[in-house]
């Protein structure tokens, strides 16, 4: 079974930054799609950026120009940079796994990904 790790979530200003990472473990060898999800109390889990196995990448509206994903594949990590991050950020973030060839256009749909990591919560405030 495939595993993930996060970690980096924390409380920020308004403003601030912070780097969510994301490690995977049990892959057997197989490259994978891999995303970030966000989820707030009483509302769907939604997706915020992805990178395909194609290394083709896709971001959210709503964190585009704010957030990046960096992968460093020495360490086998996806890193989710996220600058810039307002109130509205604040969640629980989902590192996520899913099948190899995910079309660009579906690589934000949570029905897409297999395994989930446990989050890790990200709170802005002032």
């Known amino acids: 079974e495939v595993q993930l790790v996060e970690s980096g979530g924390g409380s920020v200003q308004p403003g601030g930054s912070l780097r969510l990472s994301c490690t995977p473990s049990?892959?057997?060898?197989?490259?994978?799609?891999m995303a970030w999800f966000r989820q707030v109390p009483g509302k769907e889990r939604e997706g915020v950026a992805a990178?395909?196995?194609?290394?083709?990448?896709t971001y959210a509206d709503f964190v585009k120009g704010r957030f990046t994903l960096i992968a460093d594949n020495d360490k086998d990590t996806l890193y989710l940079q996220m600058n810039s991050l307002q109130p509205e950020d604040t969640a629980m973030y989902y590192c996520?796994?899913?099948?190899?060839?995910?079309?660009?256009?579906?690589?934000?749909?949570?029905?897409?990904?297999?395994?989930w990591g446990q989050g890790t919560q990200v709170t802005v405030s002032s």
């Open positions: 996520a796994a899913g099948r190899q060839g995910i079309p660009r256009w579906r690589l934000l749909m949570k029905v897409e990904y297999d395994y």
């Open positions: 049990g892959t057997t060898g197989s490259t994978r799609t």
């Open positions: 990178v395909g196995t194609d290394d083709m990448t």
